[in-house]
Nanobody
Framework: QVQLVESGGGLVQPGGSLRLSCRAS????????MGWYRQTPGKERELVAD???????QYRDSVKGRFTISRENTENTVYLQMNSLNTDDTAVYYC????????????WGQGTQVTVSS
């Protein structure tokens, strides 16, 4: 069984920064992708950024240049450094792990609230 534990959310003023962390534990093997999604009420969950075990990274356009995703493979941990936050970034952020097996396995964290407000 795989578990994802997130930390680092909170309240920040516009222009501020936060760093999210997510550590995966359990039976993690092979190629995988770790990332962050976010969701606001009434909207679908959307990809923020992800990073593959190969090192490939992708970001949604609205966070490029402001957010940085990184991972420590030995610790099965992924980070999301968020700078220049604005109110549109307010959401529940979810950590995600995809094990790239023949039948991909997808896991989610419990979510952490990020609120950008003055």
């Amino acid at each position: 069984q795989v578990q994802l534990v997130e930390s680092g959310g909170g309240l920040v003023q516009p222009g501020g920064s936060l760093r999210l962390s997510c550590r995966a534990s359990g039976n993690i093997f092979g190629n995988n992708v770790m990332g962050w999604y976010r969701q606001t009420p009434g909207k679908e969950r959307e990809l923020v950024a992800d990073v593959a075990s190969s090192g490939a990274i992708q970001y949604r356009d609205s966070v490029k240049g402001r957010f940085t995703i990184s991972r420590e493979n030995t610790e099965n941990t992924v980070y999301l450094q968020m700078n220049s936050l604005n109110t549109d970034d307010t959401a529940v952020y979810y950590c995600n792990l995809i094990l790239l097996t023949i039948s991909p396995r997808i896991y989610w964290g419990q979510g952490t609230q990020v609120t950008v407000s003055s």
